[in-house]
């Protein structure tokens, strides 16, 4: 797998949250299209609304398949938040580590937005499901780390900003208040900024800047 938000075996973290370890390739295929579809269909419905026969129908498996892989619909949904971590963290840790820049940010923020504006469905459910198990939350745990350390090395790195006077703490914390933004504005909306607003990613942007407080060098 790639490095840093991907760089976990996510067999052992499929293990960690309940899942029925497989031993041959083939249980392991379908065990992960039920993920995927799963996943699918969780961006569309609430998964509370979603049954165990549905999940297999769309998989294509009889629901003896699915309870030899997986004891209860939790346990998949679990198996599901693992799946989109693998497949957002790096896409977005690339952002990071290769854009200009002055363009990580903006674009940052937009793809943030896109993306949790799209899968609102599925990150609601997420949000529950983690209440009764907050180490479901773990995948999503690991991918901000990742993602605010990449952009502190960026920082680290950058000539223009006088590396003497950089709060890296402030840096990770401006993660921390971007995805609390974002994680609020989806399950509580609370105004007066709306997730569909188009204002919305650029008040974010610059909430992290006034929070990092980046010291420019002084020419």
């Known amino acids: 797998m790639a490095e840093g938000a991907a760089n976990f075996d996510i067999e052992e973290n499929l293990t960690k949250v309940g899942v029925i370890p497989t031993l041959q390739a083939r249980s392991r295929t379908l065990r992960d299209r039920l993920i995927q579809e ?14 165990i026969n549905e999940i297999c129908a769309a998989a294509d498996c009889s629901t003896g398949a699915f309870y030899s892989r997986f004891p209860d619909k939790v346990t998949l949904f679990k198996a599901v938040m693992i799946f989109a971590a693998a497949e957002s963290g790096p896409m977005l840790e690339s952002m990071v580590r290769t854009l200009p820049f002055e363009e990580i940010l903006p674009k940052l923020m937009a793809r943030q937005v896109e993306r949790f504006q799209e899968q609102e469905t599925f990150f609601r459910s997420a949000f529950k499901v983690s209440l009764d198990s907050p180490e479901a939350w773990e995948p999503f745990r690991r991918n901000a780390n990742s993602l605010a350390n990449a952009f502190l090395e960026r920082v680290q790195s950058h000539p223009d900003i006088d590396q003497e006077q950089v709060r890296s703490d402030q840096v990770q914390f401006a993660f921390q208040v971007m995805y609390g933004v974002l994680n609020n504005t989806i399950i509580n909306r609370p105004g007066p900024f709306l997730i569909q607003n188009k204002d919305f990613p650029i008040l974010l942007q610059e909430a992290m800047l006034a929070t990092m407080q980046l010291p420019l060098r002084r020419t």
């Open 38 to 51: 799963a996943l699918r269909i969780a961006r569309k419905v609430p998964f509370d609304d979603v049954s």
